[in-house]
T-cell receptor, first 114, second 111 residues
Framework: DQQVKQNSPSLSVQEGRISILNCDYT??????FLWYKKYPAEGPTFLIS?????DKNEDGRFTVFLNKSAKHLSLHIVPSQPGDSAVYFC?????????????FGTGTQLKVEL | NAGVTQTPKFQVLKTGQSMTLQCAQD?????MSWYRQDPGMGLRLIHY???????DQGEVPNGYNVSRSTTEDFPLRLLSAAPSQTSVYFC??????????FGPGTRLLVL
């Protein structure tokens, strides 16, 4: 049972446009959500996170939106740059349940084209 | 700071062989974890530790053992490798209030 789902395996966007990556979850105990970025042959690197007490968190070109009622979050990248081309993983955890056990989605391969 | 380091980078094993994947961190983090990444599956938690001497199972623990004798090291042992354990393995560490930092990964092929 996939508790964190990323239904789009790939996304292609033109440079300068907005990239929107989506993630759905089913476990109501999740209260902390993260996005990781992964380049080939490297480990995932943390990008941005959001707590369930917020519905938006922004860091430069990256914004994460959380819709708790829909159990949905999205990552917006504006403007998209070629260096953003990578696999993006959505992850969730329960801070009240012990915090650092992450449940990952299957990833979305983002390609930013010139 | 080297961060999280993993050795080896790549390993080929025959079915039934044993090996230990090494993981070390120099950030004095209490939490350490092992994940495996398979195509179409994302990263799945194998085992984790909340401090020296304390370990627990994650989502896919079968076939793997761990121990945590020091804060810095968290080795993952495969006692009898199987082709189903062919994967990329990532170690991660964090302090209680921080996000997890991942190592560069170990690519394992079991023939």
């Amino acid at each position: 049972d996939q508790q964190v789902k990323q239904n789009s395996p790939s996304l292609s966007v033109q440079e300068g446009r907005i990239s929107i990556l989506n993630c759905d979850y089913t476990n109501s105990m999740f209260d902390y959500f993260l996005w990781y970025k992964k380049y080939p042959a490297e480990g995932p690197t943390f990008l941005i996170s959001i707590s369930s007490i917020k519905d938006k968190n922004e860091d430069g070109r990256f914004t994460v939106f959380l819709n708790k009622s829909a159990k949905h979050l999205s990552l917006h990248i504006v403007p998209s740059q070629p260096g953003d081309s990578a696999v993006y993983f959505c992850a969730a955890s329960s801070l009240t349940g012990g915090g650092n056990k992450l449940t990952f989605g299957t990833g979305t391969q983002l390609k930013v084209e010139l | 700071n080297a961060g999280v380091t993993q050795t080896p980078k790549f390993q080929v094993l025959k079915t039934g062989q044993s090996m230990t994947l090494q993981c070390a961190q120099d950030m004095n983090h209490e939490y350490m974890s092992w994940y495996r990444q398979d195509p179409g599956m994302g990263l799945r938690l194998i085992h984790y530790s909340v401090g020296a001497g304390i370990t627990d199972q994650g989502e896919v623990p079968n076939g793997y053992n761990v121990s945590r004798s020091t804060t810095e090291d968290f080795p993952l042992r495969l006692l009898s490798a199987a082709p189903s354990q062919t994967s990329v393995y990532f170690c991660a560490s964090s302090s209680a209030s921080e996000t997890q930092y991942f190592g560069p990964g170990t690519r394992l092929l079991v023939l």
